[in-house]
Structure formats: C-alpha cells, structure tokens
C-alpha cells in the first residue's frame, strides 16, 4: 500500500494556483508526475500525492518543476476567483476518485496519441519537404547540365559548318583554276562550233574528248538496303525448358505485374510523379548513388507508402539504412525484401543474393555473427562462383567457430 502524502502546501491567486509536494528523500527522476485539467498526480514509492481539484485548470499553459527536494507545480485557473481550497468536496468519495483517475488516464492516452498523430505528420511533411526540396536541385542541375550539353552541342554545329564552308570554297578555288584556259598559246585551239576542245594522245597521235571527271570529285554509291528478320521465342525466362519451373515463373511475372499497376491516391499535396512508386524509388537510387542517403530514404518511404509489394524498394532501403549504421532497420527491410521476392526463381536470385548480403552484414554489426553466416550461405548457394563472398563466409565461420577474433 502507498503512503499518502498529506504535508504538502498550496496557494494561491485570482489566475494561478501553486501547489508544492515534498519529495521525502526520493530522487526526482524517481518521481512520476501526472496531470490533466482536474486531476494531479504525484507518485514516488512508497509515496503517492493524488487529488482531484476544486475546479478546472488550463493544462496546457500549466507547469511541474522538479528541484530542491519538492515538486511545485503552477496552475492557471480556466476561471478567475478565490476557490478557498484545493481539492473537491468530493474527494473523500472512493468510487469519485476511481472515476476520476479512470477519466484522467483515457485523456492524457488520448492527447499522447493526438500529440504523436501530430508528431508523425509534422515528420511526414518533413520528409516530403525534404525530398521535394532535393528534387528541386536534382532537377536544376539536370537543366543546368542539359543547357551546356546543348552550347556545346551548337558550337560543335557552327564548328562544322564553318569546316564545311571552307572546304568548300577551297574545292571553288581549285575547280577555278582547273577550268582557267591555259597560257601555253601550243594548246590553244580554235573551236568556233562550241564543242569540247580534243587533246591530242602523246602516244598515238589520235584526238580524244577530255568528258571524264576526277573520281575523288563522284559521291560515293549508295548503300544496299535490306531486311532482316528476327523472331523471338514466346518464352520470358532464357532457361531450358528440362530446368525452368514454369509455375514459379509465371506467378513470379504476375505478382511483378500487379506490383508495376498505377496507384489510384487523391492527395492533391502529391504531384503525379510523387504518386508513382516506381518514379520514388528510381529518385531514391539516384539519391543513393550520389551519398544522400537520409533522401533515399525519404524517397524510399514515400514508395512504400503508395506500393508495399515492389521488394526493390525495402532492398534497397536496407542497403541505405546499413549506410546510416541502422542495423536493426536494415535487418528489418532485407527481410521483408526476401519476403516479396518468391517464388525463388533465376530472374530474381541475384536479388535475393544481395538482401541476404545486407542482412548478413547488419547481423554481423551487431555481433550476431551465427545468424549472419546463415545469410552469408545462403547467399553463396546462389552465386557460388563469387570468391570475394566466399571468402567473407569463411573469416565469419572462423569467428562463429572461435578460431578468428571478431570483425571490425
């Protein structure tokens, strides 16, 4: 049974109301304070200070302030005036102060989950702020680098035009001074008929019409044009048919496709491109590959928000949380990614190798290093041929077995 403290002391003013409970000893981070518009709570084993009050107070704007041995609390009165005393003329009723008590615990369990309703909001438009914001910069960058790509694009132009230009008139000069007639008056022929003057052959003797033209000066013949025709087989999967298990394969494309579906959302604070889970997650691996991975992750829980079946998303999310040193996180996330990715088949074992992987490594950071060689094995079951894996599997067997001290 608690001992109840009856030595404390009150006073107070037309607005406010100062009450103060001595500690007896106790230290004050042992001291559970409870308050709501009428009811205050003190308890610090073996003692307990609980009252109900004459009348209502503003919770909100009242205070407890714990030191020197005593709780004081400040209580705004919700109506100005004398009360003449501190509790209700009630309070000798049992069943008054049960229901009291009763009525106070439902409204502080309320207003905590009002407050960590809030509290959640105010984090998730954070985030979106947060994310937003990134893309904003994303996106500047990206035009800033498109407009330099594209002066770069038409200087080359202007460069190759001007290339073209004076290869042509250099190609005007010469045909200029090949048509000029010649200043040997021995070649000078009278041709009144206006035809194509002869040169006589210096071998034969005999006149020919000079009609051919340089074969540098001839465009190049055309190129032969055809068809080729490709067909395909009607099978998604590259794997014999002796092999394949078709069953897993085609459950595996049909939950990939349900997966893929658009997501009907009416939030009119969402852009149609923070409605696409696919879209989120590809931002949330851009963001990953540049180092950002508090955004990745930002980006990551919007994805999973809209669409909880892409396991791309929660793999990759694991993978930013063992970045950030969120082992239990990453731990979480690996699972629910190996969850999403059956039935086991080839398209999708190189997904399962790398969940395994990260599960692994987060088991291996918290020491848990039985657990994490079993995600070690059963990612080298899959890709048995990857040496560097196999070698991290032997040194966490080592450490399993006694023979090798723990990882860094």
Known sequence: ?????????????????????????????????????????????????????????????????????????????????????LTSTQSDDKELMKSKRQQAIEVAHKRAKREQEEKAKAKREQERYTLQQQMKIEGEEKRRIEETKEAERRKATEDLENWNESKLNEQQATTADVTQPPKDPSCIFNNDDGDLPEVKNSQSGTSTVSTQRNEDDLPPAPRLRGNIAVTFTPRVFPTPMRESKAAEEEEWLRKQAEARKPVDIDDPDLTEEEKNPQWLKEKGDGFFKSGNFLAAVNAYNMAARLNGKLPSVYSNRAACHLKLRNFMKCIEDGSKALELLTPPVPANAMSRVRCHIRRGTAFCELELYAEGLQDYEAALKLDPKNEKLKADADRIRQVVQGTLPELD
Do not use: C
């Open 1 to 85: 049974m608690p001992i109840t403290v009856k030595d404390y002391s009150w006073d107070e003013t037309e607005s406010t109301v100062h009450v103060t409970v001595p500690l007896k000893g106790v230290k004050p981070n042992k001291a559970d304070i409870f308050s709501t518009d009428e009811y205050l709570k003190v308890n610090y084993p073996p003692y307990l200070f609980e009252v109900v009050l004459y009348q209502t107070v503003d919770d909100a704007k009242s205070t407890a302030q714990v030191g020197g041995g005593a709780v004081v609390f400040s209580l705004h009165k919700k109506e100005p005036g004398v009360w003449s005393r």
